[in-house]
């Protein structure tokens, strides 16, 4: 019997985030969810997850911010982070932005709305490499 992976999803939108649990739900995964980037921190503090799906624009703490925090910090920079936003900037928040202030070193990018298959597909690559 294998232990089910556990997803932080991350998002000011209720709606988002409920739609996106539902979409890990289905396809096996245990989810928690966060409103905010801070909520995302202590909840990533307390326990952390096996991978983060994370919105960008978000209020008081923003994407970009808890990626780059995530990263930088040994205990917590194995994590996995999918960027799922509706920011839609050439290359918005992974890794390869030319732009200092949004650079985020994500694992991947989906722009919204993606679809279920996506949103699972990247996430299955992420937990298997």
């Known amino acids: 019997m294998s ?7 991350v998002d000011d939108e209720p ?4 739609l996106v649990q539902r979409i890990l739900e289905k396809a096996g995964y245990v989810v928690d969810v966060a409103y ?20 960008v ?3 008081e703490t923003d994407g970009y911010t808890v990626c780059r925090t995530l990263k930088t ?17 050439p290359l918005t928040a992974t890794r390869f932005s030319r732009d200092p202030d949004l650079y ?16 699972t597909r990247s996430l299955d690559h992420l937990l298997n490499r």
Request: aromatic share 2%.
């Open 36 to 55: 905010d980037g801070c909520e995302c921190l202590q909840k990533v503090r307390a326990h952390p997850p096996d991978a983060i799906v994370l919105d």
């Open 73 to 89: 910090n040994r205990k917590y920079c194995h994590i996995p982070i999918m960027i799922l936003t509706a920011e839609v900037s």
């Open 15 to 18: 709606d988002q985030c409920a």
């Open 57 to 59: 624009v978000m209020p």
């Open 104 to 119: 985020a070193d994500a694992d991947d990018y989906l722009p919204k709305p993606a679809s279920a298959e996506e949103i």
């Open 3 to 9: 232990i089910k992976k556990r997803i932080l999803v």
